[in-house]
């Protein structure tokens, strides 16, 4: 065992570096691509986790794109067909570490039961933390939602406008340029009700195998209040990135 971890720690250390936004390199590009499958004599199961995300980085702002989609199927039974996708900004024209941030996001989702959900807000945040191998960021705002879920039988139809607090919580660090952990957790309460309120939560762990290839690992939670329905996907697969 003493040797398999030397060898470990010998090979990761001697990895080159990897890319990172610097003078001459302002975009970004990651694939990620998880799932988990399990068969069984009663039957099969299987989720497929696939996002996209594209950055422009400039010294005065950045300007980010996501977009995901989660498929999975239980015992021939639908389980997820859900969808995300979101534009978001940052303006560094102000004090240092603090920015102002604006959003706008779209969702629909089988598994939290959300047939259409509009988000568009502003807000501030802080950099906590904001060196190479160590990013932590808070940020709070005011977010306006448009939803339609799906209808429950004691609420009737669940078509509503609604203001929310978006406390956000960001993070990213880097182990010897090969390990990178990274997440992002939402909580958005409606300023007109407590009850009523939005959890989102992902983090993954990545093992870089060689430039712009990793093996990835994540943990996704989402909980509704609305429709009092929540999901938890841990997946494994691959993540592509490229600087350029």
Do not use: C
Not at 67 to 78: A, E, F, T, V
Not at 109 to 138: C, M, P, T, W
């Amino acid at each position: 065992m003493q040797k398999i971890v030397a060898g470990l720690v010998l090979w990761m250390g001697s990895l080159p570096a990897f890319s990172q936004f610097n003078d001459t390199t302002h975009h970004y590009l990651n694939y990620v691509s998880t799932g988990t499958i399990n068969k069984t004599n009663e039957g099969s199961s299987y989720v497929l986790n696939n996002a996209l995300r594209f950055s422009i980085s400039k010294r005065e702002y950045t300007f980010n794109t996501t977009n995901s989609w989660i498929y999975g199927k239980s015992l021939s039974n639908l389980s997820n067909n859900d969808f995300f996708s979101a534009l978001d900004g940052n303006l560094y024209k102000t004090l240092e570490h603090f920015y102002y941030w604006g959003l706008a996001s779209y969702e629909k989702s089988f598994s939290l039961k959300i047939n259409h959900r509009l988000q568009a807000g502003v807000g501030v945040g802080y950099s906590v933390f904001d060196v190479e191998k160590l990013r932590v960021v808070l940020s709070d705002g005011i977010l306006y939602e448009r939803s339609d879920l799906y209808d429950l039988p004691e609420e009737g139809t669940n078509r509503y406008d609604v203001f929310r607090n978006s406390f956000r919580l960001k993070f990213r660090a880097v182990i010897r340029e090969v390990i990178v952990i990274e997440g992002t957790d939402f909580l958005q309460h409606a300023l007109s009700d407590r009850k009523d309120y939005i959890v989102k939560s992902s983090t993954s762990l990545s093992i870089k195998l060689k430039k712009g290839l990793s093996v990835t690992g994540s943990i996704v939670y989402n909980k509704l209040s609305k429709t009092r329905r929540e999901n938890l996907l841990v997946t494994y697969g691959l993540t592509y990135e490229k600087y350029f």
